[in-house]
Structure formats: structure tokens, C-alpha cells
């Protein structure tokens, strides 16, 4: 299946909201706008059985200058294989124009055995543009192995390059090593060009917060399990200087004492 | 291979490589290696992450210098590794061997290509100036990304005798067992050498991040540590 | 320009140089020799077996020199900080003009074979502080043959101790025997240690021909005065 869902936001002058000025759903990939004040909110619903083996999915996310807006996904999505094995792919265009604000938020992504998926998130940010972006990759559902997965991601700022990462999943060597994966189950991340990055890395065992070399910040934690995955990502974040969570930001339960035991670094 | 990617690859080569570790001291006093038997998949996990890193780097500088550059080539490829390289620690450890590498690089090889590079940027990325003197003494690409990548899986391998007292012979071995894999990261990398900076390939690994992170944490807190990485 | 001046011009000592020189009279300087570059602080070298006091030694002349000259030290010790944070707390010296440099676990090659993290940490103290005279630099407790780079070290310095056995002199190696100076530490427990001192400083004479050796105990002479005279004596004048 082929699909290329279109979001475009901008920002009404006169009443200081932003809304949305293209909505273009395409199955598998369904956009959902919900009613909320000057941030526009839009839900990600995908089937449940997407990626499939052969979908190329495509998404595309527009920020005008001075809008803001949050994109989240529902529920986790599954990488499955295709009948015939045939390889998946999914691409996310972001572009956050001068002084607008962009959340892309999707829900994990489960890499099921023999998938065979290509994850690209490609985010061009103007000056002043603030973007928070997160992937989490679950390998495997429970004692599943992981089938194949590509993941790269791209941000840059103007010419600037802020950060660009590939990494593959499903090679059980790798996947296993302390140098590449170190035998978790999950890896999450999170972008964040977002006011003051931190001046020096902060961490623990398996997370850390280190400011990128351009300007930007990376998350990134390796945990046993998708939830943890998410508190550690919470408790990194209050690291970050200029994070400022939005009025839709759920207060996070959790502290550090209850994320790990082993952590003595906050 | 030419005497210029010996002298490069050789552990004697006086550009500051023996201090650093590659994430292998953190993993030790993790527990996370061990033994000999744990020596394999670090070093696979490494090359595949740092070492193709490293090796497509140098690949490109190598392809750069030895046709001359424009200018401005040196700082873009800095800011596309820097990119490359989201952890702090990480990019001190690779800038600091760098420096080191020119260090010795101006005083063996000294060239305009060289004065240029080191204009640009006085701490270059270790690959970076590795595969430019390459570039420049017209060793091809692909010997330069071998001799990175060769770099990225010795200096480890060297620390864990050194931390671990693992027999030398063993941890050879396993080294060479590694040549297949060496062989092809080299490939790939050569086979990248001539693309725009931006479009080079980002191999990453968040554990080993994640360890020269917590490398440094140590360091601050006073911890023992042998290696600057 | 008249031609008797041509041949003159080939002549040596006048600022070009030669590869080769086979003229014995000639007084060209020897450029393989340490020739401190002006404008760089002056670093001499502190080396020997572990236990044997180098690190109060290196306190000891902070405390003599540290009025007089701009001085900052880099500790090598196989402990990471275990040196420098002795002399911070010591307070002979500001803690930013202690750096310590990780050595590999190889104390000796980080002072020898490949001295880059040593040069890195003498250049950042140098660019933290302008017109430093002096960078010492205290080596990891290693064996009787490390010995400092003349690449690194300016100058330097083996200590030995009494409590090391009297045979160390006579063992040499190119530590007691190349060593701009040998000191031997902690002579008043050579008789709690059974350790023969005239043997010793004999010896080390006899290995070390013409080089000077001195005997010392930091207990009876907290500050090493002759250690601190030798120190001046081997400063460029300007610095001194």
C-alpha cells in the first residue's frame, strides 16, 4: 500500500491561533484534529497492522511561521512482514518554519520478526524553530527477536546539519553488543531544539542527555521495556534547560528513584 | 597498503591513541566484559558504529585531499561528522586524537593540503585528519577507511589486556578474525568517498554513546580511570 | 653585492641550515637538541619507581618555587587524580594549575613512546596561563627504565629511595643513568631500612659520571632546597 497523508499548520494572525490549513489523511495513515487552544493537536491513528511488507508511507508536516503544533501518535504500530517478504518503508517530512513549534510524537514501533522496515524522519527547521521529536523501537514483541529495521534520522537547521543518525536493528550480534544495542529491548530518543540545550551531558547507566554540536539536544535511553523506556525519557527531559512542557504535557508520575534503583545520578 | 597506512595504523603511531579505550573501560568496570569470550561482540558493536563511522570519514577527506579541495570542504565535513556524532564525549575523545594525530602529522608530512585542514579547523576529528594525510600522501580511500576502522577495534582491543590481563594471543586473534568484516567496512566506505558531506552515511550506536557518557560522568566523580575514553 | 661576499654567504653559522654539517669548528647550534622555544614555559620531568616521592617532591618545590615563579603542574599517576588532588589538597599549588592525564595504564609510554596527552595538558596550561616559566611534570610510579621524552621534558628528574634497596644506583638503567639528576629520597630512614647510603650515592656517582646526584629527606628539609638550586640553575636566564 501506498499512502501520503499531508498536515499543514499556520498561523491565523488575527486570533493567534494556529489551525490547520491542509489535513489529508490517506489510509493506512489517518489524521485526526482535535479542539484545544493555541496549539493545535492532531492524533496519528494508523491500522493496526501497519507497516506492513510493502507499504511505502509517506507523511508530511508543515509548521508556518509562529504556529505551533502537536502531532502524537495513538497506539504503538507494528513492522510486520509482507506475505511474500517483501520490504517496508516509512517517511516523515517535517519542516518547522522561523519561530514556529512542532511536536512529532508517534507511539513506539514494535519490529516484529522477519519485518523487513525502513524508518526515515527527515526535519528541516528554520531559525527560531522549535521541534521535540521521539522514537522508541521496541525489538520484537515479547520473547520475539526483532526482524530487520533501518532507522535514520536527519535534522538540520538552515544549511546546518544538527544531527544525523542511522542505525539497524536485527543483526543479533549487534543487536546484542555493549558497543551497538548492549542486549535491551528498547531504544528510545528524543530530538529536542528547544531553547537552552544543556551545557554539558547529564546521565546514568543507560541514559543520557548530551547537547548536539550545532545547537539541539539528544536523548537517548536503553531500557528493558518500552515503559520504562518512557519514564527514563521523562526524567531525562527535566534535564533539559530549555525544555518547557506545554499545557498538554501529562505531569510524569515518576522520579528517578522509582525509574532505577541503580541510578545514583539524577 | 602503503607504508603511510602502517605508520598510521600502527599502535606506536604517537597521536594520543593508547589513552583511549572506545568505550571498553567503561564496559569493564560495568561487568559487561568480562573475558575473551566477550571480546567479539564489542568489537563487532564498535566497528559497526564508531569504526564504519570513522572509515567513511576518512574515506571522504582521503578522496578530498588528494584532488585538492575547495574551500570551506574541511569545515563542512567537521560539521557533518560533528552531527554524526551526538555525544559530548564522544566528539572530545575523536577531536583530542585528532589533535594528536596532527600533532605528529605536521612534523612528518607537512603539506599546503595539511596547513589548510588545520586553518579550518585546529582540532580536526581524528578520521578526518587520519584520511586527509592519506589523501595527501596518495594513499586511496579505501586504505585510509581500513586503517580507521582497523583503529576503532585495536585501541579496545589493546585496553582490555591492558584492564583485563586477557591473553595477548587470544585478543590477536580475535582481531583477525575481524579482517572479513574489516575488509568490508572499508568497501562501503570507499565506495561513499566522493559524496556531498551531507549525504554521507551516519552509522550510530547508542550503547557505546551511552558508555563514553558515562566514561566522563566517572572521570568528574573521581572515579578510577586509566583511559581518557 | 660584491663576489668575496658570495663565498661568505655559503659559509656556516649565518642562518641557513645544513643537513649535514662536517666542519668540526662549526657552532651551529644542534637542532635535535631540547631547546626550549621561546614564548613556552620551561618543563622538567619527574620520574621514578613508584613509593619513591615524587609526588612530594613535587609539593615541596611548589612550596619553594611557587613565589617566584609562574609554575603548574601535570601528574601522570595511574590513579587518575590521586597525585593532582594530593598537591590540591596539599594547597601548594591553585587546582587549576594541577592537570592530570590519563595514561592508558601504560605510565611509561605516556611519558616516552607516544607523549600527546602529556604535550595536550602542558599547552592548555600554558594557554591558561600566560608566561608560565615552568610546567612540571610528575610521571606515574613506573619502572628503572622509563624515562621522560626529550620531546616532553625540557630537563629531568629520578627519584629513588633509600627504602628501594641500596642496589637501585648500581642497577642503573636510563633513569639513574640519564637523568639530569638523581635524587635519592628519604635518607633519614636509610638506617631503619638497612640501606647503605654512602653505597648508594657512591654508585649512583660512579653510574652517573659527571651528572649530579643529590641526597635528601622532605622530613629534614621540607622545601628540597638543592632540588629547588638545581631547578633555578636549569631555567633559561629570562625565565629564572
Known amino acids: 500500500m501506498k ?55 509517506t507523511l508530511t508536516v508543515r509548521v508556518g511561521p509562529g504556529a505551533s503544533l502537536r502531532l502524537s501518535g495513538v497506539a504503538a504500530t507494528l513492522a510486520l512482514p509482507g506475505s511474500h517478504g517483501e520490504p517496508s518503508s516509512a517517511a516523515v517530512h517535517l519542516e518547522v518554519a522561523e519561530d514556529a513549534t512542532l511536536e512529532y510524537l508517534p507511539e513506539p514501533t514494535v519490529v516484529t520478526a522477519r519485518a523487513r522496515h525502513t524508518a526515515t524522519l527527515t526535519a528541516s527547521l528554520a531559525d527560531g524553530a522549535r521541534l521535540r521529536t521521539s522514537e522508541v523501537l521496541v525489538l520484537g514483541r515479547d520473547g520475539e527477536r526483532p526482524g530487520g529495521l533501518v532507522t535514520t534520522t536527519n535534522v538540520t537547521r538552515g544549511a546546518v546539519p544538527l544531527l544525523r543518525q542511522r542505525l539497524m536493528i536485527g543483526d543479533p550480534l549487534l543487536d546484542a553488543s555493549a558497543a551497538y544495542l548492549a542486549g535491551r529491548k528498547v531504544l528510545a530518543s528524543e530530538v529536542l531544539v528547544w531553547g537552552a540545550d544543556p551545557a554539558e551531558a547529564v546521565g546514568g547507566d543507560w541514559w543520557s542527555v548530551t547537547p548536539l554540536a550545532a545547537g539541539g539536544t539528544l536523548l537517548t535511553v536503553l531500557a528493558p521495556d518500552a515503559v520504562e523506556a518512557g519514564a527514563r525519557l521523562a526524567v531525562a527531559r527535566r534535564h533539559h534547560p530549555g525544555w518547557t512542557p506545554g499545557c498538554h504535557d501529562p505531569v510524569a508520575p515518576v522520579t528517578d528513584q522509582t525509574v532505577s534503583p541503580r541510578s545514583g545520578n539524577p | 597498503m ?10 606506536r603511531f604517537p597521536g594520543g591513541g593508547h589513552v583511549h579505550s572506545g568505550g571498553l573501560e567503561e564496559a569493564v568496570a560495568r561487568g559487561l566484559v568480562t573475558s575473551e569470550r566477550d571480546l567479539p561482540p564489542f568489537l563487532s558493536g564498535r566497528l559497526r558504529g564508531a569504526g564504519e563511522l570513522a572509515a567513511v570519514f576518512a574515506a571522504a ?69 587520519l584520511g586527509a594525510l592519506a589523501g595527501i600522501a596518495g594513499t586511496p580511500p579505501r586504505d585510509a577507511a581500513r586503517a580507521a576502522a582497523y583503529l576503532a577495534v585495536s585501541g579496545p ?73 | 653585492m660584491p663576489a668575496d661576499n658570495h663565498d661568505h654567504e655559503h659559509g656556516h653559522g649565518h642562518g641557513h641550515f645544513h643537513p649535514v654539517n662536517f666542519d668540526p669548528t662549526a657552532t651551529e647550534p644542534d637542532r635535535y637538541a631540547a631547546q626550549p622555544q621561546r614564548g613556552r614555559a620551561y618543563r622538567i620531568g619527574i620520574g621514578g619507581p613508584v613509593g619513591s616521592g615524587k609526588t612530594a617532591l613535587v609539593a615541596a618545590l611548589c612550596r619553594a618555587l611557587g613565589d617566584e615563579l609562574n609554575l603548574a603542574v601535570v601528574t601522570n599517576d ?63 610510579g613506573d619502572n628503572l627504565t622509563a624515562v621522560f621524552s626529550r620531546g616532553l621534558a625540557d630537563s629531568q628528574v629520578f627519584v629513588v629511595d633509600v627504602a628501594g634497596g641500596d642496589k637501585v644506583p648500581r642497577k642503573g638503567g636510563p633513569g639513574v643513568t640519564t637523568a639530569d639528576l638523581l635524587v635519592i629520597n628519604k635518607i633519614d630512614i636509610a638506617h631503619l631500612v638497612g640501606a647503605d647510603l654512602d653505597v648508594m650515592t657512591s654508585d649512583a656517582h660512579r653510574m652517573r659520571g659527571e651528572l649530579p646526584v643529590i641526597a635528601q629527606s622532605l622530613v629534614e628539609t621540607p622545601d628540597a632546597p638543592a632540588v629547588a638550586d638545581w631547578v633555578r640553575s636549569v631555567l633559561p636566564v629570562a625565565a629564572a
Request: with cysteine; proline share 6%; net charge negative.
Open chain 2, 61 to 129: 577527506a582521503a578522496h578530498a585531499a588528494a584532488r585538492g579541495v575547495r574551500s570551506g570542504y574541511w569545515l563542512l565535513l567537521d560539521a557533518e561528522l560533528d552531527a554524526r556524532t551526538p555525544s559530548l564525549a564522544q566528539r572530545e575523545a575523536s577531536r583530542a586524537q585528532g589533535r594528536g594525530t596532527a600533532r605528529a602529522g605536521r612534523v612528518a608530512w607537512p603539506s599546503p593540503v595539511l596547513a589548510g585542514l588545520l586553518a579550518a579547523t585546529p582540532r580536526p576529528h581524528h578520521p578526518v585528519i
Open chain 3, 78 to 140: 595511574i590513579y587518575t587524580t590521586e597525585d593532582a588532588d594530593f598537591l590540591r589538597r596539599a594547597g601548594v599549588l591553585d587546582a587549576d594549575r594541577i592537570e592530570a592525564v590519563q595514561t592508558g595504564a601504560c605510565p611509561h609510554t605516556a611519558i616516552r613512546d607516544d607523549i600527546t596527552a602529556n604535550l595536550d595538558a602542558v599547552e592548555q596550561l600554558e594557554e591558561r596561563f600566560p608566561g608560565l616559566d615552568l610546567v612540571i611534570i610528575e610521571s606515574g
Open chain 1, 3 to 57: 499512502a501520503h497523508a499531508r498536515l499543514t499548520a499556520e498561523l491565523d494572525p488575527a486570533s493567534g491561533r494556529t489551525r490547520l490549513r491542509e489535513l489529508r489523511s490517506m489510509a493506512p495513515l489517518t489524521l485526526f484534529p482535535k479542539r484545544g487552544g493555541g496549539t493545535a493537536q492532531v492524533h496519528l491513528v494508523s491500522s493496526a497492522t501497519t507497516p506492513l511488507g510493502g507499504d511505502e508511507l
Open chain 2, 157 to 229: 582491543a589493546s585496553a582490555a589486556v591492558r584492564l583485563l590481563g586477557l591473553d595477548p594471543l587470544s585478543v590477536n586473534a580475535i582481531v583477525a578474525a575481524l579482517a572479513g568484516d574489516l575488509e568490508a567496512v572499508a568497501a562501503r566506505a570507499a565506495a561513499s568517498a566522493g559524496a556531498e558531506p551531507a549525504d554521507l552515511p551516519a552509522p550510530g550506536a547508542p550503547a557505546l554513546d551511552l558508555l563514553a557518557e558515562a566514561h566522563v560522568r566517572q572521570h568528574k566523580k573521581k572515579e578510577v580511570r586509566l583511559f581518557a575514553s
Open chain 2, 2 to 11: 602503503d607504508v603511510l597506512s602502517l605508520l598510521l595504523a600502527d599502535s
